[in-house]
């Protein structure tokens, strides 16, 4: 099993039409994925490399069958594409697209939960995959294979590093839920669904400074969780008051530091490296003892 991507997965393409949909759609497809079709306002009747084109969402999931949308729309388009996925009620839309403005994304993400019927990964992140079965975004598909680890993490070169690094057992499902202050899916929400995952049966959370994000998964994992757990918290050389790749990546006073998330994971019985190669021995030292 996975969770919320699999091989039964129809996916569609919003901005598909545009440069870096286009490029990321032939990766998801040589991946193995079902693309079965794009979206761009205004060009519908259009394919690309035989993958047909429609004008608007809803009609392409009733032409197709789609339930997963990946986003590949300028920031300022943005909110209005989610939006038009949620009107859809598509059951997982995944925004890639990064610089979408905070107020924005705080509009469609409660767009989304009054509506009740649309899972939104992201935005600013690199997407989902569950290796050998299902490929939504930009995480490349060559670098592991199927196997009983669960990964979240904020940061989508930390996801492919530790993907790598942990190759030769493999991974059920990979989430890259983005580091953004505000993110449709976050830390606790994939907790949750790996323990409930029979496949999975070790955990590997990556974290980052700022906000207190991983401080309420080390108390979700203390009263919710009871598969192993390890984790990576990036950040631990940063200066404090300074914004560090994403922009909820901030540290003020004690408050968000690396060290801080390290000690409350740990107090919960999370084992945390002090870097990524070091957590990966880490879950392999755990899945082997």
Known sequence: MTIWLDADSRILVQGMTGSEGTKHTRRMVASGAQVVAGVTPGKGGQEVDGIPVFGDVGEAMAQTGANVSVVFVPPRFAKAAVEEAVDAAIPLCVVITEGIPVHDTAQFFQYAVNAGSTRIIGPNCPGIISPGQSNAGIIPADITGTGPIGLVSKSGTLTYQMMYELNDIGFSTCVGIGGDPIIGT??????????????????????????????????????????????????????????????GAIVSGSSGTAQAKKEALEAVGVRVGQTPSETARLMRSLLRG
């Open 186 to 247: 976050t830390h606790i929400d994939c907790l949750a669904a790996f323990e409930a995952d029979p496949a999975t049966e070790a955990i590997v959370m990556i974290g980052e400074i700022g906000g207190d994000a991983e401080e309420r998964a080390a108390a979700f994992i203390a009263d919710n969780v009871t598969k192993p757990v390890v984790g990576y918290v990036a950040g631990f050389t940063a200066p404090e008051g300074k914004t560090m790749g994403h922009a």
